[in-house]
Antibody
Framework: QVQLQESGPGLVKPSETLSLTCTVS????????WSWIRQPPGKEVEWIGY???????DYNPSLKSRVTISVDTSKNQFSLKLSSVTAADTAIYYC???????????WGQGTLVTVSS | DIQMTQSPSSLSASVGDRVTITCRAS??????LSWYQQKPGKAPQVLIQ???SLQSGVPSRFSGSGSGTDFTLTISSLQPEDFATYYC?????????FGQGTKLEIK
């Protein structure tokens, strides 16, 4: 059974960089797309971007200038960096897997990141 | 971006009821539509993919239909564990987008 687990700081200061890592267990990271998705408390779900196991990426244009997603296949991990954060970036951040069909079949439990000084 | 609009935003129903939730895409997305269920404090879980394919392990009381711009999720006979928030999501093109959600509450 594939499992995903997010890790990283729960509190980030405004203007700093949010950094999260997703560790994949129970399966290989190869051959799939790995996404970051966020959900501000009580608000809509927003797709941030994905990385394919080969390293190719696609980002949401609304965040593209601030986002970097990378992968470390040797550790079965992928990571998110979001720069110049503001309070609007406060959200539950999820990592998730999808295949060619584009639906997310495995999700991490989510981690709340709060942007505050 | 493709906008996904769900209706209704909230719905009250009783155990045993048949419930239908609608999702409309701002442009045609063929059958690249998935439905998710989310319970408080948990990640969304996929119920239906490719508009009408039931994900493995999901009860058969859930069904999906539609193509192009209009889609529906139907729960044939509500069970207590079905009270949750439901989202549609398009994967026709990036950025992938979700509907605003439909909160299903107990009447």
């Amino acid at each position: 059974q594939v499992q995903l687990q997010e890790s990283g700081p729960g509190l980030v200061k405004p203007s700093e960089t949010l950094s999260l890592t997703c560790t994949v267990s129970g399966g290989s990271i190869s051959g799939y797309y790995w996404s970051w998705i966020r959900q501000p408390p009580g608000k809509e779900v927003e797709w941030i971007g994905y990385i394919y196991s080969s390293g190719s990426t696609d980002y949401n244009p609304s965040l593209k200038s601030r986002v970097t997603i990378s992968v470390d296949t040797s550790k079965n991990q992928f990571s998110l960096k979001l720069s110049s954060v503001t309070a609007a970036d406060t959200a539950i951040y999820y990592c998730a897997r999808h295949g060619p069909g584009g639906y997310f079949d495995y999700w991490g439990q989510g981690t709340l990141v709060t942007v505050s000084s | 971006d493709i906008q996904m609009t769900q209706s209704p935003s909230s719905l009250s129903a009783s155990v045993g009821d048949r419930v239908t939730i609608t999702c409309r895409a701002s442009q045609g997305i063929s059958s690249y539509l998935s439905w998710y269920q989310q319970k408080p404090g948990k990640a969304p879980q996929v119920l239906i993919q490719a508009a009408s394919s039931l994900q493995s392990g999901v009860p058969s009381r859930f069904s999906g239909s539609g193509s192009g711009t209009d889609f529906t999720l139907t729960i044939s006979s509500l069970q207590p564990e079905d009270f949750a928030t439901y989202y549609c999501q398009q994967s026709y093109s990036t950025p992938y987008t979700f509907g605003q959600g439909t909160k299903l509450e107990i009447k």
